[in-house]
């Protein structure tokens, strides 16, 4: 995944959740390029967050907000 190579989703997840407003912005928009470049992987990659039982519990719960967002349809 693109936003992988840069660095791990739970630094990019820890950024969203940053008081830095540049920075959250930032991670923001990775975590969104990444979901329209890929939506199958983005998915699995916030997934692995999820279950990662070693993840931090505040990058893992915004694993399961976004994947329940992302899923979540607004229209019919």
């Given amino acids: 995944m693109a936003l992988m190579m840069?660095?791990?989703?739970?630094q990019i997840l820890q950024q969203v959740l940053s008081s830095d407003q540049v920075q959250r912005k930032e991670a923001e928009e990775?975590?969104?390029n990444a979901s329209n470049l890929n939506f199958p992987?983005?998915?699995?990659?916030?997934?692995?967050?999820?279950?990662?039982?070693?993840?931090?519990?505040?990058?893992?719960?915004?694993a399961g907000i976004l994947?329940?967002?992302?899923?979540?349809?607004k229209d019919r």
Avoid: H, I, Q, W
């Fill in 30 to 32: 990775k975590l969104s």
């Fill in 6 to 10: 840069e660095m791990s989703v739970t």
């Fill in 67 to 73: 994947m329940k967002n992302a899923l979540d349809a």
């Fill in 41 to 62: 992987e983005f998915m699995l990659t916030l997934c692995a967050e999820l279950c990662g039982e070693d993840r931090p519990s505040d990058t893992r719960r915004l």
